[in-house]
């Protein structure tokens, strides 16, 4: 399945360490656009204080995600930004995450509520990605 991953799944990944492993199953075709390891740095003190992990298994992590999570430069879908920006107004942070979810026709898996009310594009949260595995 693929999905558009939004950085908060995984900021709360690597700092709870509760959905690590949905996140790198095999069955999910995870994508983003480039700022999502840029995001993901600006957090990187936040993320060893409250993961509780030890700086070289946050790093290995980092690199288990940068492995996984297929990203996307901002030139391939920048055509749907303008579109993204109508859609989500002021809360335009999460424009390349949207923009990138309507290039590929997908879903976004995030806890944004702004997503929710997208229409053209489904939002699900982490325990909506898990129920599609149970059944």
Same mark, same amino acid.
């Given at each position: 399945?693929?999905?558009?991953?939004?950085?908060?799944?995984?900021? !709360?990944?690597?700092?709870?360490?509760? %959905?690590?492993?949905?996140?790198?199953?095999? &069955?999910?075709?995870?994508?983003?656009?480039?700022?999502?390891?840029?995001? %993901?740095?600006?957090?990187?003190?936040? %993320?060893?204080?409250? !993961?509780?992990?030890?700086p070289d298994e946050v790093e290995t992590l980092l690199?288990?995600?940068?492995?996984?999570?297929?990203?996307?430069?901002?030139?391939?879908?920048?055509?749907?930004?303008?579109? !993204?920006?109508? %859609?989500?107004?002021?809360?335009?942070?999460?424009?390349?995450?949207?923009?990138?979810?309507?290039k590929l026709s997908c879903p976004v898996w995030s806890?944004? &509520?702004?997503?929710?009310?997208?229409?053209?594009?489904?939002?699900?949260?982490?325990?909506?990605?898990?129920?599609?595995?149970?059944?």
């Amino acid at each position: 399945m693929l999905l558009v991953v939004d950085a908060n799944i995984v900021l !709360s990944s690597m700092m709870a360490g509760k %959905i690590t492993d949905l996140l790198l199953s095999p &069955k999910l075709d995870v994508v983003a656009p480039e700022l999502l390891f840029v995001e %993901i740095e600006k957090h990187k003190d936040e %993320i060893k204080n409250k !993961s509780r992990l030890s700086p070289d298994e946050v790093e290995t992590l980092l690199s288990l995600l940068k492995k996984k999570i297929r990203i996307f430069p901002m030139e391939e879908f920048v055509s749907f930004m303008s579109k !993204s920006i109508e %859609i989500l107004g002021e809360h335009r942070k999460d424009a390349p995450y949207l923009a990138l979810a309507l290039k590929l026709s997908c879903p976004v898996w995030s806890y944004e &509520k702004l997503f929710k009310d997208v229409g053209s594009v489904k939002s699900l949260t982490t325990s909506e990605v898990a129920d599609l595995f149970k059944s």
